[in-house]
């Protein structure tokens, strides 16, 4: 039996798959007029130094979630959960700095082969690593993220883009400065269960 043409000009139930048709715009451009009173080429900018940021607070984010599933030792409980805490705070600001690239008019980092070529944070193996080889990454990798951030939030507020600026203050610098000081505190080499010995002190009887 003949099969039966379906002619898509006409209204029909039938989904139009794989469809493919030319970029509505190009990544690395900003819509040229919006009324946002903030000029293309302060946009341009912005959206540029804001798709940096991204690439590298999303390499952050899955270096979180890694670390999460890959953790091994006697702290394997509490750091479980608190990298996947942190790892929630982060796709909350890569959300955030994605729909300020778009609201700026740009085009947003988005897929995992564009995101590594363009993080400057190392790349971890695949295998598992000891806890404090994960901590020194995650650490290094908020290192990256924060030495950006404070230059960017004040080139944003000279370029009078103050929105850009709070964002980048109130919630990425904040965040990741706050993480920073949760996960150092694991580095510090306390004792567990038995506490150094008192120092001598001279003249004690
Ligand atoms: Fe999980």
Known sequence: MAKK??????????PRLHQRARE?????????????ELEEPVRLEMTEQLNQLLADIMTLRDLYKKSHWQVAGPTFYQLHLLFDKHYEEQVELVDAIAER???????????APDVAETTQIERPPRGREEVPVQLSRL??????????????????????DDGTNDLLVSEVLRRNELQVWFLSEHLVDVPLVKAH???VTSGAA
């Not at 043409?5 to 039938?14: G, K, P, R």
Request: net charge neutral.
């Open 24 to 36: 509505i715009q190009e990544y690395g451009t900003v819509s040229h007029m919006l009324p946002l």
């Open 5 to 14: 043409q379906i002619d898509t000009t006409l209204t029909t139930a039938q």
């Open 101 to 111: 690239i778009q609201l700026l008019g740009g085009v947003s980092i988005a897929m």
């Open 197 to 199: 010995e008192p120092p």
């Open 139 to 160: 650490l290094d990798a908020h290192q990256v993220i924060i030495r950006q951030t404070r230059p960017l939030a004040r080139r944003a507020s000279t370029l009078g």
